[in-house]
């Protein structure tokens, strides 16, 4: 897989960080590590692996280290691998098979074997509601659209603009996907708890910020869309 990036995201991750890069030593990808200059302890974690590349976001936020990162990203293809070892790494080979003939590959903890050891009722409300929203509002068959375990073409990703800083990244980007036309395709995965650190997402603040933004997608992007077609 040596066309293959992973991104990891990383904020004040020096606990989970190292264990999650040892446990990827068999797989033969690339790894990029997009973190903010002054994390200097995540930093200092993983200063001893010299094949990992350490990219720093110019800007503050999950989006924005991600975007930024996939967009300086110079293999085929990437995959969004959070630092907190809660991805199930195995998926990773079905996701490269399918990549090669899709756009991106997501993955769901709603579908049998998926399932999920740190899922809370509020965030499995919230992506189900969100979820809803998506297949509602674009016509998306992802099922869990908040749970960004996904792969995708680089250069796919490329076209769509994406500029959340945020944790909007995560609906911003399957609904300009799906507005695109690019193809997709969803597999169950299942989700381990944290291996240790805390939690960055705020279910209430992030949740409706990310309510606001399907909404600002869909009625200036698929409206405005629809238009040109026409
Ligand atoms: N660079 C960067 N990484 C971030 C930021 N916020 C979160 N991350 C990383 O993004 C990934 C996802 O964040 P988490 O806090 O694990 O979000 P979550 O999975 O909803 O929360 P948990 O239930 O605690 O796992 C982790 O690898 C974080 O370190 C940020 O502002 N900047
Ligand atoms: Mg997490």
Known sequence: MKDLTLIIPAKNEKESLPLVIDSLSNFDV???????ENDIET????????????????GTG?????YEAIEACE???????NADGSFEKKDLIKMYELIKSNDFVYTTRYENPGGSEDDTLITFIGNKIFSKLGNILFSLTITDIL??????????FKKLNVRSNDFRFCVELPIKMKIYDMSYKCIPS????????IKKVNAFKDGFLILIEMLKLFFSLKLFRKKIIR
């Open 190 to 197: 299942y989700e381990f708890g944290r291996i240790a650190g």
């Open 147 to 156: 749970y960004t375990y996904l792969m995708g073409n680089t250069a796919s």
């Open 62 to 66: 999950y989006g924005n280290s991600l």
């Open 43 to 58: 930093i200092n974690a993983i200063k001893k692996y010299q094949k990992i590349n350490i990219f720093y976001q110019s």
């Open 30 to 36: 690339n790894i990029t590590v997009s973190l903010k």
């Open 75 to 81: 293999t085929k293809y990437f995959c969004i691998f």
